[in-house]
């Protein structure tokens, strides 16, 4: 048994050790032109242009997690986690990947890993502002390092979660950009294969910068082995199912155009708020997908629902700009892109994401300019609500009053022991909603409709003590989710039936059937102001 165990510990040393070499090799400059461990100091000057220095040039020191302090996880995979760190020389901020050796070799990963450092050497050979940039990558014992650029603003996806969903301006100028990094991918025999906003990063300008080629495709490299590498993506869709082109799924191996149809994903979402292949599992999505069965929800952009109509398209080679040599000009001409700066996108500044609830066929767009303050003044009364709505309040005391505010008390939340212990006891046999609230006191509910860019849920809203704010799918009577409180959360009237609710880290858009959102706006506000009333 001893000898058993002594074998499989030699085995994970021959095969580190196999790991490690590929890896040098793989660095070789001779071999792929590559920038191993050569940070690039632009803060430094780079010579005087004179000969004199040629001589004396010496190849930058290797570089070691030592020379790094590790700060704050900004991001995790299957076999690496991502760190924000900051070189111990010179201050500068980078985010550092690193993959564990043992987790590479158990899920047959070298590969991946290779072509990924591989991948990344020739964009910073061919270099385009709307990638990631790798500055050196090292190695112990146990590890692989990348070290890359920090995008600050982190990745695409939270800020369509955040907003709900992005403006017709937003969705021009991000997929504008997107499309000039596939160009510039594509030019150089790149296909990436797992584009998807999570994979889009955002710099400190709010430029995109692309990330991750671990399952990125090199057309012209030696030896590929492509039906492995092939069945290697079909397993390997966890968490990126929605963006996986038809022809992924199926024997054929990728083209370039498998990143056009994520293009025709990443805009649909980008627009409507969800990705367009939906399902409660991959069987299911993959399903849809095959059969291209999705649908646009009203009020969705003619311009952009043509483009992703042509971009969407079963068969690889009908997908437009799939014939389009030295970039891609059907796509630039199309338009929902027309009159976009090409030349000089990376130098405009990008439009801001805002709150904003796109038009349906019964329902005006709005947007809203609601940004959390750092000291923000308490408050939402009538006077200013009546000043936001540009309408006058109307004091009805109809069915939807408040349910739990007593009279002359000073505050909805205000309710003495006795008189607190005796509601719970009627509502916890009275109203069917008690079980979704953890034995708090509803203080006002109603139906509401929950949109999610284009998309609409019914769903019965509770505001209770504690504060919380559930929200119940009213017909299976199953509890959906709450929306977070915090000091910054605000209620915000946007007419008698709509109102956003705005939190640090997203906004929900609320429409009331019946037409009272002054008073749920009134109720959150008193809830707030009573809770926070210390910190306010």
């Given at each position: 048994m001893r000898t058993s165990r002594l074998l499989k510990s030699s085995l994970r040393s021959q095969n580190k050790c196999s790991l490690h070499s590929w890896w040098q090799r793989v660095g070789d400059p001779k071999r792929n032109e590559s920038v191993e461990c050569r940070i690039q100091n632009i803060d430094e000057p780079q010579g005087n242009g004179s000969n004199d220095g040629v001589a004396e040039a010496k190849p930058p020191p290797?570089?070691?997690?030592?020379?790094?302090?590790?700060?704050?996880?900004?991001?995790?995979?299957?076999?690496?986690?991502?760190?924000?760190?900051?070189?111990?020389?010179?201050?500068?901020e980078y985010a550092i990947k690193v993959c564990e050796k043992r987790h590479i070799l158990r899920e047959k990963k070298q590969k991946a890993v290779m072509r990924e450092k591989v991948i990344m050497n020739r964009l910073n050979l061919h270099p385009s502002p709307f990638f990631i940039k790798l500055y050196c990558t090292f190695q112990d014992s146990d590890r692989l390092y990348f070290v890359m650029n920090y995008a600050s603003h982190g990745e695409l996806l939270p800020y369509i979660v955040k907003v709900g969903s992005f403006d017709e301006e937003c969705t021009r100028f991000y997929t504008a950009e997107i499309l000039l990094a596939i160009e510039h991918l594509h030019r150089l025999d790149i296909i990436h294969r797992d584009l998807k906003p999570e994979n889009i990063l955002l710099d400190e300008n709010m430029h995109i910068q692309i990330t991750d080629f671990g399952s990125a495709k090199c057309l012209n490299e030696e030896n590929n082995d492509t039906s492995n590498s092939e069945t290697?993506?079909?397993?390997?869709?966890?968490?990126?199912?929605?963006?996986?082109?038809?022809?992924?799924?199926?024997?054929?191996?990728?083209?370039?155009?498998?990143?056009?149809?994520?293009?025709?994903?990443?805009?649909?979402?980008?627009?409507?708020?969800?990705?367009?292949?939906r399902a409660p599992n991959e069987y299911l999505i993959f399903q849809k997908i095959t059969k291209l069965e999705y649908e646009f929800p009203d009020g969705f952009s003619v311009a952009a629902k043509d483009l992703v109509q042509k971009l969407l398209v079963l068969e690889p080679s009908q997908r437009l700009g799939s014939q389009d040599t030295n970039g891609y000009p059907?796509?630039?001409?199309?338009?929902?892109?027309?009159?976009?700066?090409?030349?000089?996108?990376?130098?405009?500044?990008?439009?801001?994401?805002?709150?904003?609830?796109?038009?349906?066929?019964?329902?005006?767009?709005?947007?809203?300019?609601?940004?959390?303050?750092?000291?923000?003044?308490?408050?939402?009364?009538?006077?200013?609500?009546?000043?936001?709505?540009?309408?006058?309040?109307q004091e009805d005391d109809q069915e939807e009053e408040i349910i739990s505010k007593p009279a002359r008390k000073s505050s909805i939340l205000d309710i003495p022991p006795e008189e607190m212990t005796q509601r719970l006891e009627e509502q916890a046999k009275n109203n069917p909603w008690h079980k979704f609230v953890q034995g708090n006191l509803i203080l006002k509910h109603g139906l509401v409709d929950k949109r999610k860019g284009l998309f609409a849920r019914r769903r019965m809203l509770?505001?209770?003590?504690?504060?919380?704010?559930?929200?119940?799918?009213?017909?299976?009577?199953?509890?959906?989710g709450e929306i977070p409180w915090s000091p910054e959360l605000r209620a915000e009237p946007k007419?008698?039936?709509?109102?956003?609710?705005?939190?640090?880290?997203?906004?929900?858009?609320?429409?009331?059937?019946?037409?009272?959102?002054?008073?749920?706006?009134?109720?959150?506000?008193?809830?707030?102001?009573?809770t926070y009333a210390q910190s306010s």
């Open positions: 290797k570089k070691s997690a030592k020379d790094f302090r590790f700060g704050k996880l900004i991001g995790e995979g299957s076999f690496s986690m991502v760190y924000l760190a900051k070189d111990i020389h010179t201050n500068r290697s993506r079909k397993s390997s869709f966890v968490g990126t199912a929605q963006y996986v082109s038809p022809e992924m799924l199926s024997d054929k191996s990728s083209s370039p155009s498998v990143d056009l149809w994520a293009l025709g994903c990443i805009i649909y979402q980008m627009i409507s708020g969800l990705p367009p292949f059907s796509i630039r001409n199309h338009p929902f892109l027309k009159n976009m700066p090409w030349e000089r996108l990376h130098e405009c500044t990008p439009p801001r994401i805002l709150p904003y609830l796109p038009g349906t066929s019964s329902n005006e767009e709005l947007r809203s300019q609601y940004q959390v303050p750092d000291h923000l003044e308490p408050g939402l009364d009538d006077k200013q609500m009546t000043r936001l709505l540009g309408l006058a309040l509770l505001l209770t003590t504690g504060p919380h704010l559930y929200y119940v799918d009213p017909q299976n009577l199953v509890l959906k007419n008698f039936k709509i109102f956003f609710v705005h939190t640090p880290n997203r906004t929900y858009y609320l429409e009331d059937p019946e037409g009272f959102s002054l008073k749920w706006c009134r109720a959150i506000e008193e809830v707030r102001k009573a």
